[in-house]
């Protein structure tokens, strides 16, 4: 059989495991496993005897790639050396070797970057946590104890949800380590989140929201993340996504804000109606912006400035006020939850919310529900102005 990419994929699987052989391949096969998996190998005859250099699986090695190493392969045969022996020796080698930073270099590299928008937050929890106390250890030498005390010191310190969100990465870590076969086995297997996770269901009340919002503008909170927090609970968008915006996503004469899909929590292109709050929030955020891109720019880099200072900041000014503890996400659900309260449609909050959908329903469903969206933001512009200008109205 002459190989090529359609005959490869020409195979099918059987009951029981089986082999090809190129012809003329000079070794060159494939295993067809039952599932379906199909590996690439080289049998060479080694000291007399007959051998298997597993190259391997198709399409992750290509054809080519295939028939390069096998050419390699061949040639180390011809210099007396065994490579199957020898591939078998560098694998022991790389994991002897491998710390658990390298670890976490290669993890953030080829794992959360592709994958996540905050993968910064993978690399912060990791640096901070992780790294000052197993990082120059080897990686197949951590034990289960090793992560559990990790996670003990962060709990003793106040911090439980730290500790869950620290066992989460390490986890995805380990898990990635025997994924590229760092490692045989994940010793954060078993290991149980050391604090209770609780569902948030902070939503702040009419007489909250006019507190927090008319004590803003006392506050010695920066204009910029006074503005940003306004503009959260107006619009009913996520700290990341309204901290970060950039005018040329907005258009203040149509009153519509488009976020583009790379700027999303899901990747999907999500179009907010402005309300007239938003708009003089915005109208605002202008002036205080200068001749920067961003909404909010920092002073100290190229960009906009870090969300995590909009909730610290956030997080100080409820100490002065006296208002019990909340997030800028519960302002978010704050929003959400008045626009239920004022009629709308779950449905029509989770589309302004810009939740991910499952399902075949989403498939076929393409509908926009701009206008559906637009009435609702629009009503609770109207209410939380009412709100914030409830004392105002009585004078």
């Keep these: 059989m002459k190989f090529t990419n359609t005959s490869i994929k020409a195979l099918k699987p059987k009951d ?15 295993r067809v496993e039952p599932s379906g998996r199909i590996t690439f190998f080289l049998e060479y005859r080694f000291d007399g005897k007959n051998r298997i250099y597993t190259i391997g699986k198709y399409p992750t090695k290509s054809l080519a790639g295939a028939r390069t190493e096998a050419t390699k392969a061949r040639d180390k045969v011809g210099q007396g050396i065994d490579p199957g022996k020898q591939k078998i020796q560098e694998k022991i080698a790389h994991r002897e070797s491998y710390t658990v930073f390298d670890l976490s270099e290669e993890f953030i590299e080829k794992w959360s970057k ?4 905050t993968w910064r937050e993978d690399e912060r929890c990791l640096h901070k946590e992780v790294i000052p106390l197993i990082g120059k250890k080897k990686a197949r030498e951590i034990r289960r104890r090793d992560i559990i005390l990790i996670l003990d010191q962060i709990v003793d310190r106040g911090s439980p949800g730290m500790a869950n969100r620290t066992l989460n990465v390490i986890s995805k870590m380990f898990n990635f380590a025997v994924s590229r076969d760092i490692l045989d086995t994940s010793p954060s297997v078993a290991i149980a989140m050391p604090a209770e996770k609780k ?46 915006a950039e005018w040329k ?17 899901n990747g999907i292109r999500h179009r907010v109606p402005l309300n007239n709050l938003a708009k003089k929030i915005l109208k605002e955020i202008r002036k205080n912006s200068k001749k920067s891109g961003f909404l909010f720019p920092s002073t100290r880099r190229d960009g906009p400035i870090d969300s995590r200072a909009t909730t610290k900041a956030l997080r100080k000014i409820q100490k002065d006020i006296g208002l019990e503890h909340f997030t800028p996400h519960d302002l978010r659900r ?17 589309k302004i919310l810009n939740h991910s959908e499952s399902g075949t329903t989403k498939i076929y469903d393409r509908y926009t529900y701009d206008d559906e969206k637009k009435k609702a933001l629009e009503a609770w512009g109207r209410k939380l102005e009412l709100i914030i200008n409830e004392k105002k109205a009585k004078k």
């Design 16 to 30: 029981k495991r089986y082999v090809v052989y190129e012809t003329a391949g000079k070794g060159l096969g494939v």
């Design 114 to 117: 592709p994958r996540k928008k």
């Design 199 to 244: 569902e948030r269901d902070r939503v702040l009340d009419e007489p909250e929201i006019k507190k927090f919002w008319n004590e803003l503008e006392k506050s010695k909170m920066s204009i910029s993340n006074i503005l940003a927090l306004k503009l959260m609970l107006s619009t009913a968008q996520r700290r990341g996504e309204v901290v970060s």
């Design 249 to 265: 996503e907005l258009d203040l004469k149509k009153g519509w804000w488009d976020i583009p899909p790379e700027r999303t929590k």
């Design 334 to 350: 704050t929003a959400a939850t008045m626009m239920t309260a004022l009629g709308f449609q779950r449905l029509i909050v989770s």
